[in-house]
T-cell receptor
Framework: GAGVSQTPSNKVTEKGKYVELRCDPISGHTALYWYRQSLGQGPEFLIY????????DSGLPNDRFFAVRPEGSVSTLKIQRTERGDSAVYLC??????????????FGPGTRLTVL | GNSVTQMEGPVTLSEEAFLTINCTYT??????LFWYVQYPGEGLQLLLK?????DKGSNKGFEATYRKETTSFHLEKGSVQVSDSAVYFC?????????????FGKGTKLTVNP
């Protein structure tokens, strides 16, 4: 079956602009996660959705970052007033959401964001 | 807090050599432990996992045992192949409720030469 998909695969924007990154999880997965991976580092957690609600947004770095999942499937990560330090690969993952601590998270290919 | 420490790379081996990538963790209680792999040009994928102490995860010839005494989850393979060249990430899922996020180490890049 289809895996997690993310669009766009690459996004180049200018400092101060607004961007939206989309994630389409595996069908039927209720849990969805966003991570950010900087060069040479492991992924860092941003936000976790269970269904439509954000169950844990403790990883969002500041109020310029926001994410939604209005129908419990597709999610959009929104970044306002982008800064050069926001440049990274943004990863989305989904899991079944039944045994959350032990469930396997399936990752998408990521969106590489470059802020000039 | 919760954290994962991996041996720093890069690691370069010849084909058929023995591989160990060390991973230790800090967590309150007993987390679930994972190894993820990122092949060149591909996304992260689960390699193996262990959800309780003394469990051994295994896949594709790789193994790791959850050792609560040493808070470790070292990755091993008896005979590496060129196709194992990738970046390997150790990760944990915290034991306390509400935090289903994964906490990753920095990754270890492995290159296997023919």
């Amino acid at each position: 079956g289809a895996g997690v998909s993310q669009t766009p695969s690459n996004k180049v924007t200018e400092k101060g602009k607004y961007v939206e990154l989309r994630c389409d999880p595996i069908s039927g997965h209720t849990a969805l996660y966003w991570y950010r991976q900087s060069l040479g580092q492991g992924p860092e957690f941003l936000i976790y959705f269970q269904g439509t609600g954000a169950a844990d947004d403790s990883g969002l770095p500041n109020d310029r970052f926001f994410a939604v999942r209005p129908e419990g499937s597709v999610s959009t990560l929104k970044i306002q007033r982008t800064e050069r330090g926001d440049s990274a690969v943004y990863l989305c993952a989904s899991s079944q959401g039944t045994h959350r601590r032990t469930d396997t998270q399936y990752f998408g290919p990521g969106t590489r964001l470059t802020v000039l | 807090g919760n954290s994962v420490t991996q041996m720093e790379g890069p690691v370069t081996l010849s084909e058929e050599a023995f591989l160990t990538i060390n991973c230790t963790y800090t967590a309150t209680g007993y987390p679930s432990l994972f190894w993820y792999v990122q092949y060149p040009g591909e996304g992260l994928q689960l390699l193996l996992k262990a959800t309780k102490a003394d469990d051994k995860g295994s896949n594709k010839g790789f193994e790791a045992t959850y050792r609560k005494e040493t808070t470790s989850f070292h990755l091993e393979k008896g005979s590496v192949q060129v196709s194992d060249s990738a970046v390997y990430f150790c990760a944990l899922s915290p034991p306390q409720g509400g935090s289903e996020k994964l906490v990753f180490g920095k990754g270890t890049k492995l290159t296997v030469n023919p």
